[in-house]
């Protein structure tokens, strides 16, 4: 197992423990965090079935109450009303301020578990027990907590910590491979922003990642979990080097709300083809090499994942919609783009300075229509 603590100014510190098995002694880990006997579990239809049971039981077993609300699992649950059936339940289950949450389930159970926590009598503790290699490796670290708005990706939300991350290896196996291959877009992620060893590695290792071999899968979830770690503890609300971790996001996530939020392009495919963008873009502004661009594509598409937006199928954009879906990034300062461009693999900066025009025929480029 792999302890990584989270620190930084301004947030209470935790740990992000990695490893197998994590769950099978699952009070024992939790109880120091509960001040009450008492605990309520947040899942989704397809994790709760498969992992939430044996979790409760286990609970139940060393005598803390642990009941499990269930919300219908995809992306579509992350918005006004998961976050209404969510908070309902809470109020029901009469949760009072020294009770803690967990969040059992991938990005979206863990995003608005986090946000519901954050704002449930203006706060209350939550602990994330990620179980999408997603939210091992990025959702449930850092504290950003959010629900969609139909005009743009995680715009009602909070910054607001977990007490502690089990990331079990274990709870990986269920996973369908489509789901596997979306963390995997956020695992490169970590490579392709700051950290070119690690790009390498996971060149010569992804199929091992992808098949979940234990050391490959323990080293990958760690490493990124050790990058974001970082990061978040030097900027946790974003004022600075925090964007980074949004590479690929600008374009990912306005191809997510065209498309609506659904299941046509979950946001792992979307980060994958914003990356993909985001290089090409680099290259073609003279900011990376070609073969740098090129390079970072064939490594994303050997993943299985898509890089370009006509990947996604019976899909079409204009490039001016998606220009205005950007305009809710963020990022976003003072009605300008911002963009997490790439000198090279491992080297990204955030661009301030981007010309909407060069934007636009990039996105004609790639096959919007003008
Ligand atoms: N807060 C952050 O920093 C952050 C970072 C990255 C992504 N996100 C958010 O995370 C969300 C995406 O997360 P995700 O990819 O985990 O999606 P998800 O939560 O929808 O999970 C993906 C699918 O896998 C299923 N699933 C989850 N765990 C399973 C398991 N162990 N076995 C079988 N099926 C399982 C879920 O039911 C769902 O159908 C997006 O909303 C994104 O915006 C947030
Ligand atoms: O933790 C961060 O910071 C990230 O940007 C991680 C991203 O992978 C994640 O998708 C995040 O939710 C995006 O944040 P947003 O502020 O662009 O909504
Ligand atoms: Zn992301």
Redesign the pocket.
């Given at each position: 197992m792999t302890t990584i603590p989270v620190s930084g100014e301004g947030f209470r510190a935790y740990d992000v423990e990695v490893g197998s098995g994590l769950t099978s002694d699952i009070a024992a880990r939790v109880t120091p965090f509960l001040k009450n006997q008492r605990t309520l579990i947040i899942t989704?239809?397809?994790?709760g079935p498969?992992?939430a049971g044996t979790l409760s039981a286990a609970l139940e077993a060393s005598g803390i109450t642990a009941p499990v609300v269930t919300l219908p699992?995809?992306?579509e649950t992350?918005g006004w009303d998961g976050l209404k059936d969510l908070t309902d339940a809470m109020v029901d289950a009469g949760l009072d301020r020294k009770d803690v949450v967990i969040a059992l389930?991938?990005?979206?159970?863990?995003?608005l578990t986090g946000f519901a926590a954050s704002v449930y009598m203006r706060g209350i503790d939550f602990i994330q027990i990620p179980?999408?290699v997603?939210?091992q490796v990025?959702?449930s670290v850092?504290g950003?907590?959010?629900i969609?708005h139909p005009k743009g990706?995680?715009l009602i939300g909070a910054f607001h910590q977990p007490r502690l991350v089990l990331c079990d290896l274990d709870?990986?196996k269920?996973?369908?491979v489509r789901?596997i291959r979306?963390?995997y877009a956020?695992v490169i992620k970590y490579g392709l922003l700051g950290d070119r060893a690690f790009f390498d590695w996971l060149e010569a290792n992804d199929q091992a990642v992808l098949a979940l071999e234990p050391a490959a899968i323990e080293y990958a979830v760690s490493r990124s979990v050790e990058m974001k770690a970082e990061i978040v503890a030097a900027d946790e609300r974003e004022g600075g080097q925090r964007a980074l971790l949004n590479l690929g996001h600008t374009f990912g996530h306005a191809l997510e709300a065209e498309l609506g939020f659904g299941a046509t392009l979950?946001?792992?495919e979307a980060v994958a083809i914003g990356m993909g963008m985001a290089f090409r873009y680099s290259a073609r502004m003279g900011l990376c090499d070609q073969a740098e661009a090129d390079r970072a594509v064939a490594a994303i598409a050997q993943a299985g994942l898509p890089t370009h937006m006509h990947h996604i199928r019976n899909a079409a954009f204009a490039a001016d919609v998606l220009i205005k879906h950007m305009g809710h990034d963020k990022k976003a300062e003072g009605g300008k783009l911002v963009f997490v461009l790439v000198k090279g693999i491992g080297e990204a900066f955030v661009a301030k300075d981007v010309p909407a025009d060069s934007i636009r025929e990039f996105l004609i480029a790639e096959g919007a229509t003008a």
């Open positions: 989704d239809s397809r994790v498969l992992h699992a995809g992306e992350k389930g991938g990005g979206v159970i863990g995003d179980t999408t997603l939210a990025d959702s850092g950003k907590t959010a969609d990706k995680n709870l990986l269920t996973l369908p789901d979306c963390g956020e979950l946001h792992g």
